[in-house]
């Protein structure tokens, strides 16, 4: 079992380290900050005094603020968001964690970037009734997540009104370019990352035209010199 660690009372900071790796969550009144200190193995954050069985397969419950920071991503869970993951799940969630899951089948034109992090639950999807928003630093082109249980990118094609506003955004999620960073605004965690425009190139030799069959017709094929 991890060593466990809580938020401070009045600071409602907590901070994760390699000593610490997990933090513990039981108040509901409490608007946490979670520091994950660079160099961390598989930080988590227990919400489970939170989660209980819904009635319907799953596990669900009303969480505070949580804001993480750390060198990998930025995010952050509104106060009174609802969770909901699958019947398995213990009510841990896996803090953002780098360069995992590797590889992946990138969209068509694209592919997997540089960065690339991994957020919630080995135990299937977790969900959210509000946004919830989490950055990429360095990511100023185009974005993607790839869904638990699936070796397929999916591209982020719709753009939030800013790094703030996402009204516009009425299901799945949203992006917004904020400086060098990049903004996603989801209802779900899973692997997130920025995606490489792929570039064919041309190999500058002449391609010749194809001329249907259409008998008597003077047909004229001008060749660039």
């Known amino acids: 079992k991890k060593t466990q660690t809580a938020p401070d009372s009045e600071t409602d900071i907590a901070t994760i380290n390699s000593t610490t790796p997990e933090v513990v969550l039981t108040d509901p009144n409490q608007n946490v900050t979670v520091d994950i200190t660079s160099g961390t193995d598989n930080p988590t954050i227990d919400v489970s005094v939170f989660v209980s069985d819904n009635g319907e397969g799953g596990k669900e419950g009303i969480l505070p603020e949580i ?51 991994s957020i919630g639950s080995d135990a299937g ?39 703030t506003d996402h009204s516009n955004i009425s299901s799945g999620e949203c992006y917004s370019h904020d400086g060098g960073n990049t903004i996603i605004w989801t209802y779900h965690f899973t692997s997130f990352g920025g995606l490489n425009t792929v570039v064919s190139h041309n190999s500058g030799g002449y391609i010749r035209p194809i001329i249907p069959n259409i008998p008597n017709i003077a047909k004229t094929i001008i060749i660039p010199t």
């Open 125 to 163: 999807t977790l969900f959210f009734d509000t946004p919830v928003s989490i950055t990429l630093p360095g990511v100023t082109g185009t974005v993607g997540y790839r869904p638990a249980g699936s070796n397929t990118w999916q591209t982020i094609n719709t753009q939030c009104n800013s790094a």
């Open 67 to 117: 804001t993480i920071n750390s060198d990998v991503t930025d995010v952050v869970i509104p106060e009174g968001t609802t969770v909901t993951g699958p019947a398995g799940w213990d009510g841990i969630i896996d803090a953002p964690t780098e360069g995992t899951p590797e590889g992946g089948n990138a969209p068509a034109g694209f592919s997997v970037g540089d960065t690339v992090i």
